[in-house]
T-cell receptor
Framework: GAVVSQHPSWVICKSGTSVKIECRSL??????MFWYRQFPKQSLMLMAT?????????EQGVEKDKFLINHASLTLSTLTVTSAHPEDSSFYIC????????????FGEGSRLTVL | RKEVEQDPGPFNVPEGATVAFNCTYS??????FFWYRQDCRKEPKLLMS???SGNEDGRFTAQLNRASQYISLLIRDSKLSDSATYLC??????????FGTGTRLKVLA
């Protein structure tokens, strides 16, 4: 199957700082990347869908100015949590699929963000 | 009504037992269906896709009932290593992936 690599796995930051999470497709071209957030004992909630070379589509209730998504190449999408607050502490996961979907989603390893 | 619903569990079953989960979906135009497994603090991993004719992979059997709008997962001869959260995933007509809240399974020795 296709491989998606996400970095960092863990990050702890102070309130007010920004954190960047990278998601790379290692052996395929990810024209679309999905970004999810998961709080403890809850399901994955889609935050936004990014498409290479265009602006991301954000889900209702997700602040696009707070969660900056960039998908500048076919193998890299980034999520930047700006001015992080403790309530942003969560598990962030990216995923992609092979072209011609809706097939299987391939997930990154996830990034656990803790904001102090 | 949620687009995809699952019983959160937990289902506590002894080793060797057979356990079944259901997942209902509300959009009759849904196209693809999957079962994912998620271990604590890990990313989801595909367990199996669900086909209209039903499909089996070892101890795991998945079925789709379009008329009643649900999919099921049957696990036979449960192992301790089967303990995890099982996520139902359904795609909508817009190629959007909708996740259920997951069903927690605990297989007990």
């Amino acid at each position: 199957g296709a491989v998606v690599s996400q970095h960092p796995s863990w990050v702890i930051c102070k309130s007010g700082t920004s954190v960047k999470i990278e998601c790379r497709s290692l052996d395929f071209q990810a024209t679309t990347m999905f970004w999810y957030r998961q709080f403890p004992k809850q399901s994955l909630m889609l935050m936004a869908t990014s498409n290479e070379g265009s602006k991301a589509t954000y889900e209702q209730g997700v602040e696009k100015d707070k969660f900056l998504i960039n998908h500048a190449s076919l193998t890299l999408s980034t999520l930047t949590v700006t001015s992080a607050h403790p309530e942003d502490s969560s598990f962030y996961i990216c995923s992609s699929r092979l072209a011609g979907g809706p097939g299987e989603l391939f997930f990154g390893e996830g990034s656990r963000l803790t904001v102090l | 009504r949620k687009e995809v619903e699952q019983d959160p569990g937990p289902f506590n079953v002894p080793e060797g037992a057979t356990v079944a989960f259901n997942c209902t979906y509300s959009n009759s135009a849904s196209q693809s269906f999957f079962w994912y497994r998620q271990d604590c603090r890990k990313e989801p991993k595909l367990l199996m896709s669900v086909y209209s004719s039903g499909n089996e992979d070892g101890r795991f059997t998945a079925q789709l009932n379009r008329a009643s709008q649900y999919i099921s997962l049957l696990i036979r001869d449960s192992k301790l290593s089967d303990s995890a959260t099982y996520l139902c995933v359904v795609t909508s007509g817009t190629y959007k992936y909708i996740f259920g809240t997951g069903t927690r399974l605990k297989v007990l020795a």
